[in-house]
């Protein structure tokens, strides 16, 4: 009878590396998605800036991966939620740093993530993975240097405008 690590390790390597290969292999218009979501106008402080917005559960998943154009600082991911919760961020498959903010149902900002590196081993979920100590309803996600570049800090407020 064979251990069971004799089964099990071959299967897990040929699993990562059909899913490497996978992605690998991904069709350029599938992994270059920086249009396809809806626009929307959001005041942080004195600065208006234009978000990208992920609402459905498709899009809040999908958000910032592969994406390879780097976001202006006058743009940003904003990722919506129905409720408040303590929502967290997969850095997997992103592309470049980020801020990462989280923004309560008042649109004051409860958490702050600055110069968040991708996940470099998709094996390490927790080590890439981001979760605030409070309840949000928004998270905005920019290019590394976002925060700075906006005065962004704990108890900033967001205002939509329009979403």
């Keep these: ?6 089964v099990l390790i071959p299967t897990f390597a040929a699993a990562v590396l059909i899913g ?7 069709p350029q218009d599938i992994k270059d998605r920086s249009g396809d979501f809806s626009k929307g106008t959001v005041r942080i402080g004195d600065d ?3 978000v990208e917005i992920a609402e459905t559960t498709a899009e809040r998943q999908r958000w910032m991966t ?7 600082y006058d743009t940003a991911m904003l990722i919506k939620y129905d409720t408040p919760d303590l929502y967290e961020i997969w850095m997997l498959n992103v592309e470049y740093n980020l801020d990462l903010v989280w923004f309560d149902q008042d649109g004051n900002a409860v958490y702050i993530k600055e110069n968040v590196e991708p996940c ?3 094996l390490d979920q ?12 928004y998270i905005v996600a920019g290019t590394a240097g976002f925060a700075d570049a906006h005065g962004i800090d704990i108890g900033s407020k967001m205002t939509i405008i329009s979403v």
């Design 48 to 50: 208006v800036l234009t």
């Design 120 to 122: 470099g081993n998709i």
């Design 20 to 26: 490497g290969l996978g992605i690998a292999f991904m």
């Design 1 to 6: 009878m064979a251990r069971k690590s004799a």
């Design 126 to 137: 927790v080590g890439c993975t981001y979760k605030p100590t409070s309840k949000a309803l």
């Design 66 to 72: 592969f994406r390879q154009d780097v976001l202006p």
